[in-house]
């Protein structure tokens, strides 16, 4: 403060008057910082290192869980969105199938539409059955029976369809509600990988002598904006597979959440899935999940699984998956059981 002391003694009483104030101003704010304090203090907890360093393996937060989820659900009479929700079992807000990701049956009636909007920053979409026009940010996108189409950000999207028309559809919303973060830049542009380009470079690895000494025959989706992770978008990963009859996937495991489209399928065509594998790399004690056409399941994080085909046709399988940020976050850890020599 500026302050002129005159030869009366003027300024002296004012700058009393300002020290009384400023002291009353300091003494405020000494109560005010304790207030705040305690309000800054009240929801910090100190656990002893053994009481929470491993909140799964003691159960305070839930394993993700076994699910299946029928195709008789996208086969209904109306037009709807169908989330495969288990978010009561992992006890967050729904709805979500893992602790970061949505799996939904998309169902729409011929010549109707639906329109979506998701806080998210990754939608893949595999139609299942159908045709129709897909609008996402000016764009018109037109889709047909086994095509992918992978969007960025989840906002308003309106499907169109020609004919009856089912999607499986995997977003991440759940990982950005557990972040409090709202998607709103894109990562990628919309990418098509038509049903056309998909089969054809999935019957080019199956026709690869190779493929007979490799375990699994699949291809993966990638973007070229994902030169890191190799993946379908920064947080997702797709697989398109085919498991020829009479063969089995030899077991393994890795920390993404595997949010598993069965397509077409005989009887016969099953996973095992499990915690421990045998000396000999066998599945203990495996839940069996038998397949059914165009219907999915969860496989939990970081258990081993297997795929039988004991059909006689060959089977197709699309696992989508949270490992596009696992393995930017390099926590993957993917392990294989290799075939013995
Ligand atoms: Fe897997």
Same mark, same amino acid.
């Given at each position: ?15 009393? @008057? ?49 699910? &299946? ?12 969105? =169908? ?57 018109? =996108?037109? +889709? @047909? ?10 906002? &308003? ?46 019957? @080019? ?19 070229? &904006? ?35 489209? %069965? ?6 065509? +099953? ?11 066998? %599945? /203990? ?8 056409? +165009? ?38 850890? /993917? ?7």
């Amino acid at each position: 403060m500026t302050m002129v002391i005159n030869n009366k003694g003027h300024g002296i009483q004012s700058q009393k @008057r300002d020290q009384s104030e400023s002291a009353e101003k300091f003494a405020m704010h000494i109560a005010m910082t304790a207030e705040s304090l305690k309000k800054l203090k009240a929801e910090g907890l100190y656990y002893e290192y053994t009481k929470a360093a491993d909140p799964v393996g003691s159960g305070v937060i839930s394993s993700v869980p076994y699910a &299946e989820f029928s195709g008789a659900l996208h086969q209904g009479d109306k037009t709807e969105l =169908i989330p495969l929700d288990v978010s009561e079992a992992l006890g967050c807000e729904g709805p979500a199938t893992s602790p970061a990701l949505c799996a939904n049956f998309v169902h729409i009636l011929p010549n109707e539409k639906l329109t979506t909007s998701f806080n998210a920053t990754s939608q893949l979409i595999y139609v299942i059955r159908g045709s129709g026009t897909t609008l996402f940010s000016g764009d018109s =996108i037109p +889709y @047909r029976t086994g095509d992918f189409l992978v969007l960025p950000l989840g906002s &308003e999207t309106t499907h169109v369809a020609d004919a009856d028309t089912a999607f499986y559809l995997v977003h991440d919303e759940p990982l950005l509600r557990y972040l409090g973060a709202e998607a709103k830049y894109p990562r990628f542009k919309p990418t098509l990988y038509s049903s056309e380009d998909s089969l054809k470079e999935l019957a @080019r690895v199956e026709q690869d002598g190779e493929s007979v000494n490799r375990s699994r025959v699949s291809i993966l989706l990638a973007n070229k &904006e994902m030169d890191q992770t190799l993946t379908v978008t920064h947080t997702l990963w797709a697989m398109l597979g085919v498991l020829p009859k009479g063969t089995v996937q030899l077991p393994h495991r890795h920390q993404s959440v595997a949010l598993d489209l %069965i397509l077409d399928c005989e009887p016969g065509c +099953y996973s095992l899935v499990g915690s421990k594998i045998d000396s000999d790399g066998k %599945i /203990i004690d495996p839940k069996r999940v038998d397949w059914q056409p +165009y219907s999915a399941f969860i496989t939990p994080p970081g258990y081993w699984h297997a795929h039988h085909n004991e059909s006689g046709k060959k089977a197709h399988l699309i696992p989508m998956q949270d490992a596009g940020l696992h393995t930017y976050l390099r926590s993957l850890d /993917i392990r294989f059981v290799l075939p013995k020599t």
